[in-house]
């Protein structure tokens, strides 16, 4: 079983739709969660922390669930620009900052 | 600043001939990842310093693969012999000190094809 896992997509939405990612992973010892967004041939980039109450940044809004051990990130108002992969990130406890990627769900938001 | 920067952006190989990639990461950090992306196995750590030290390299896929940090600002990944396999690209991350909430961030890539 990976360690952590993602539906990979593609999830394919019109532009201004609200769109939801899940994220599943195997190690209780989970520490710290994330999500980056990596864009078609670019480097991962940091989108935003997950805390255990939730947090919200503009559109976007990430859950995190310890016990069911799940984390999802919700997109609102989709733009084109939203088009990308976004990677579900965990790191373990006792460790240095290993960062342990899902495979990642692609998006693509269309006119 | 400059961000990561990596070098060479590509490279294109034959199997069994040396490959160096490099690595500069931003200025003040001291935490240092290789990592390797692929579509079967998607992101995957390489090996991880501090302070120029090799820390963590149990990601290191085998003897073929050595990793250095002679100081702070330059690090290489060595892929000797190269093989088809390794053909993936590689990404260069740098953070600031110990923490487990510090933002990593990754450098544009090398895209490695060995023929």
């Known amino acids: 079983r990976k360690e952590v896992e993602q539906d990979p997509g593609p999830f394919n939405v019109p532009e201004g739709a609200t769109v939801a990612f899940n994220c599943t992973y195997s190690?209780?010892?989970?520490?710290?969660f994330f999500w980056y967004r990596q864009d078609c041939r670019k480097e991962p980039k940091l989108l935003m922390s997950?805390?255990?109450s939730g947090n919200e940044d503009g559109r976007f809004t990430a859950q995190l669930n310890r016990a069911s051990q799940y984390i999802s990130l919700l997109i609102r108002d989709s733009k084109l620009s939203d088009s990308a992969t976004y990677l579900c990130?965990?790191?373990?406890?006792?460790?240095?900052?290993?960062?342990?990627f899902g495979a990642g769900t692609r998006l693509a938001v269309h006119p | 600043d400059a961000g990561v920067i990596q070098s060479p952006r590509h490279e294109v190989t034959e199997m069994g001939q040396e490959v160096t990639l490099r690595c500069k990461p931003i200025?003040?950090?001291?935490?240092l990842f290789w990592y390797r992306q692929t579509m079967m196995r998607g992101l995957e750590l390489l090996i991880y310093?501090?302070?120029?030290?090799?820390?963590?390299d149990s990601g290191m896929p085998e003897d073929r693969f050595s990793a250095k940090m002679p100081n702070a600002s330059f690090s290489t990944l060595k892929i000797q012999p190269s093989e088809p396999r390794d053909s993936a690209v590689y990404f260069c991350?740098?953070?600031?000190?110990?923490?487990?909430?510090?933002?990593?961030?990754f450098g544009p890539g090398t895209r490695l094809t060995v023929l």
């Open positions: 990130v965990v790191t373990l406890s006792g460790g240095y900052n290993k960062l342990i």
């Open positions: 310093f501090n302070n120029n030290v090799p820390i963590d």
């Open positions: 190690n209780s010892a989970s520490q710290s």
């Open positions: 991350a740098s953070s600031t000190p110990w923490g487990v909430n510090n933002e990593q961030f």
């Open positions: 997950v805390y255990s």
């Open positions: 200025s003040g950090h001291n935490s």
